[in-house]
């Protein structure tokens, strides 16, 4: 079973517009990454937050943690063409456990 | 750095034949991952492998489905034999676990896949 779920499964939106997906689960982790898959391609890890974290910023992502209501959110600021692909997150509860996806929010940007 | 390798990439069979697919890690990585992600889905582990050594094959259908991992480094998933329903594309990935503030974590790093088709 896929403890992540992602909120919106799809989402739309124009270039320069900010994109936010968000990402619930269900059990305790130490650990919740975003990737990112381009169409017929292999996922790219985008960034990592630990649970003892609340944000964390890379480049245009931002993405926030609330353990306490399980859930994350992913933010793209002005958002690109090139942004287009599926995001998934991820969680793990130790650095060799497994990590489990959910089924991803597609993101279309639009020119 | 070179990333994971996979071949083939495509791979187009009739029900009930068999299938194997490679996967070469990042050199160093000890933790080797095969995953199987069906259209529209996000990735399901299917066997997770430390060294040569299995982790969690907790999902694999072993009945039809085997993998290895000799002298720890590449890796074959193997399909025998094939239903309609394996038509999917199987990834592997390695990672390197890191430590911070005591605690350990794995970013994983993807191959590019194998789609796999199931007449």
Known sequence: SQQGEEDPQALSIQEGENATMNCSYKTSINNLQWYRQNSGRGLVHLIL???NEREKHSGRLRVTLDTSKKSSSLLITASRAADTASYFCAT??????TLTFGKGTMLLVSP | EAGVAQSPRYKIIEKRQSVAFWCNPISGH?????????LGQGPKLLIQFQNNGVVDDSQLPKDR??????KGVDSTLKIQ????EDSAVYLCASSLPRLAGGL????????????????
Do not use: C, D, H, M
């Not at chain 2, 489905?65 to 000799?70: K, M, N, P, T, V």
């Open chain 2, 65 to 70: 489905f085997s993998a290895e991992r000799l």
């Open chain 2, 104 to 119: 350990s974590y794995n970013e994983q790093f993807f191959g590019p896949g194998t789609r796999l088709t199931v007449l």
């Open chain 1, 92 to 97: 793990g509860n130790s650095g060799y456990s």
């Open chain 2, 30 to 38: 000890a933790t080797l991952y095969w995953y199987q992600q069906i």
């Open chain 1, 49 to 51: 937050i630990r649970s």
């Open chain 2, 81 to 84: 034999p094939a239903k309609l």
